[in-house]
């Protein structure tokens, strides 16, 4: 089975949580408004705006992002990557 990505520039945006600049997202399909996407550093959630730039959740989408199980998986597969690249010399 071949999973294939689609990657695709976008605004500038900077994670409302850890503060990384980002100009480029990747995933199954091109996103839509609304969408939610995991930051690569810290894995929290955003949600797309129409242009493709990113914002803060509100509570009620935090809520909702919880109950994606791809979200959890995906924040879990960024999660323990950091954890395994941590105190590691580059
Ligand atoms: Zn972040």
């Known amino acids: 089975m071949t999973h294939l990505a689609v990657e695709t520039d976008a605004p500038e ?3 409302w949580n850890c503060g990384i600049r980002s100009d480029c997202i990747s995933g199954p399909d091109l996103p839509d408004e609304g969408d939610f ?6 894995a929290c959630v955003s949600v797309f705006n129409a242009d493709l730039s990113r914002r803060e959740p509100t ?10 199980p791809e979200l959890r998986l995906i924040r879990k597969a960024i999660n323990e990557v950091n954890e395994r690249h941590a105190g590691k010399p580059e």
């Open 37 to 42: 996407v995991l930051c690569i550093r810290c």
């Open 13 to 15: 945006s900077i994670c």
């Open 59 to 68: 509570v009620d989408e935090l809520c909702q992002s919880t109950m994606i």
